[in-house]
């Protein structure tokens, strides 16, 4: 079936036994074709935040390996440079929220005071590392507070690079005979550049070396900047995606004085111009529906349909259990921030706007809305 007409039956068919608080008509708008895109190609995908972040420290090894397990489509690592310019998964350079770092009297003189992307950061950073040294640090869980249970495993993970990464990415999709996805974000890639160690090159070595750089590889390659996308563009076959967010501007465009902002981006025109480069958008929650003054979920907004019309997948991020992150209807009142809420729900309200995937701390979370939608 061809996929606009795939998509308009699985909305037809997406009344599930669960209640959902769409009071209008969903937008249903047909994505583009991805006959030539990776694994998932023809499928709504479930993408698996920093890994199974919400069950096991993040950009961990055992997240990774836990979200393909549950069935995520693609396993998400962010990655920054070392020292000695390996690419290594961490959500920022500073690294004193996610290892236990500042429990090291080896690396206390490290601890440095720096502004990245406009912001001043004071603790230790990735790049005043080199591999070596970063591989005697453990992973520690960011959110202890709302996910105690995975401080259980607080020390027994070291950083992985990147290269681990994929081979973990290959030794699971062949054992669990399907091919499991990678979607790698560049992080600050303008200040890493800036002090020599741009995050371009060893990632492009890293995907040839894994045999990745293709079209219909199981990659996409991500991004909150715009130049390196544009970069990248010239010189791999992977799907790129844009980054996206409610509020800020790209790095890159602030440092260059272009003033246009993420909201100048995300307007149909902007969604025109990213799909002169990139072959998807990942937007903020918000801009695909936007949450009311008290703290509910509000009416779509037409960015679905815009990037659609622009030939771009949406991968909106990022949907996670905890009542702390869901809207204020589907928290579970009286509870505890951590404690679970109504999640399957949320997701099949996004799924109703048309998306064509996830990204979740929670991945089984994921598969199951997902298919709730498709069945
Ligand atoms: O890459 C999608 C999503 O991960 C972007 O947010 O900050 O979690 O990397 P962040
Ligand atoms: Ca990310």
Redesign the pocket.
Known sequence: MPRAHRRTALLTASVVAVPLLLTGPAPATAAPPRDEAGPGADQLLV?G??GASGYRPEHTLASYELAARMGADYI?P?VVSTSDGVLVAR?ENEISGTTDVAERPEFADRRRTKTIDGVELTGWFTEDFTLAELRTLRAVERLPDIREENTLYDGLYDVPTLDEVLELRAELSRELRREVGV?I?T?HPTYFDSIDLSLEEPLVEDLDEAELDRRNAPVFV?S?ETANLRELDEVVDVPL?Q?LSATGAPADLVASGDPRTYADLSTAEGLAGIGEYADGV?PEKAQVIPREADGTLGEPTSFVADAHAADLLV?P??FRNENEFLPAELRDPGEEPGDYGRAIEEQLVFWETGIDGI?TDNPDTGVVSRDLFQD
């Open positions: 993408i935040h920093r998400e962010d959500h979607y974000e992080k991500q909150f995606v980054l990942g991968h991020y990022t990204f």
